[in-house]
C-alpha cells in the first residue's frame, strides 16, 4: 500500500492526478476535469508529467505524457522515445 499524505492544500490530490494521467488513465476516472487539456495550466499550452518506475532489480522505465491543450492531445515517450499507445484500462473489481 502506497500512502500520499500532507495537511490541506500541500498538493496531494494534485500528486495522484499526476500518476494516474502520467500512467494514461481518462481524466473522467479522477472526477476533476473531463478532457486532459483542462490540466494545462491557465495561459500555457502544454503540460508535462513524467514518473519513474522501477523494478526489484532497479531497473527503470520512464513514462512521460505531454499534454496539448490544442485538441487534448497527448505524446508518450517511453524511455525519451516517442511512442503510439494504445491502453486497454479495465476497471474491474475482484471478490477475494
Not at 14 to 37: D, F, N, Q, S
Not at 45 to 68: G, Y
Amino acid at each position: 500500500m502506497n500512502l500520499v499524505i500532507g495537511p490541506n492544500g500541500s498538493g496531494k490530490s494534485t500528486i495522484v492526478c499526476a500518476i494516474c494521467l502520467g500512467l494514461g488513465y481518462p481524466p473522467t476516472v479522477l472526477g476533476r476535469a473531463t478532457a486532459t487539456g483542462d490540466y494545462v495550466q491557465h495561459g500555457k499550452e502544454s503540460a508535462e508529467i513524467e514518473l519513474e518506475l522501477a523494478d526489484e532489480n532497479d531497473k527503470t522505465l520512464t513514462i512521460k505524457r505531454k499534454l496539448s491543450k490544442e485538441k487534448n492531445a497527448s505524446t508518450y515517450y517511453i524511455n525519451g522515445i516517442s511512442e503510439v499507445i494504445e491502453f486497454n484500462i479495465r476497471t474491474e473489481r475482484h471478490a477475494e
